[in-house]
Nanobody, 115 residues
Framework: QVRFVESGGGVVQAGGSRRLSCEASGITFSSIHMAWYRQAPGKEREFVAR???????NFADSVKGRFTIDRDNTRNEVYLEMNSLKPEDTATYYC?????????WGQGTQVTVST
């Protein structure tokens, strides 16, 4: 069964940093391109960052230069390092497969950026 467990969220001041983690199970993690998504209140879920199985990455324009993504295939985990956080980064963050997410989503982890 596909399962994602996100963690690391919290309240952070604008300009601060936060590192999110996601543990995946039920998939052949090392061969799957993974991504982080986020959903702000009243908005649709949107793509944030992607890391391919090869390790190549790309980012939404809104986070480029501020966020990085990496993965540990030995732990089936993907990470999102968020720097220079802005109030508009406030959202619930989720991980899932890139491009074609599985229909199973984790509970997400809430990040709130305060001014």
């Amino acid at each position: 069964q596909v399962r994602f467990v996100e963690s690391g969220g919290g309240v952070v001041q604008a300009g601060g940093s936060r590192r999110l983690s996601c543990e995946a199970s039920g998939i052949t993690f090392s061969s799957i391109h993974m991504a982080w998504y986020r959903q702000a209140p009243g908005k649709e879920r949107e793509f944030v960052a992607r890391i391919n199985s090869s390790g190549s990455t790309n980012f939404a324009d809104s986070v480029k230069g501020r966020f990085t993504i990496d993965r540990d295939n030995t732990r089936n985990e993907v990470y999102l390092e968020m720097n220079s956080l802005k109030p508009e980064d406030t959202a619930t963050y989720y991980c899932n497969r890139a491009n074609t997410p599985y229909p199973y989503w984790g509970q997400g982890t809430q990040v709130t950026v305060s001014t």
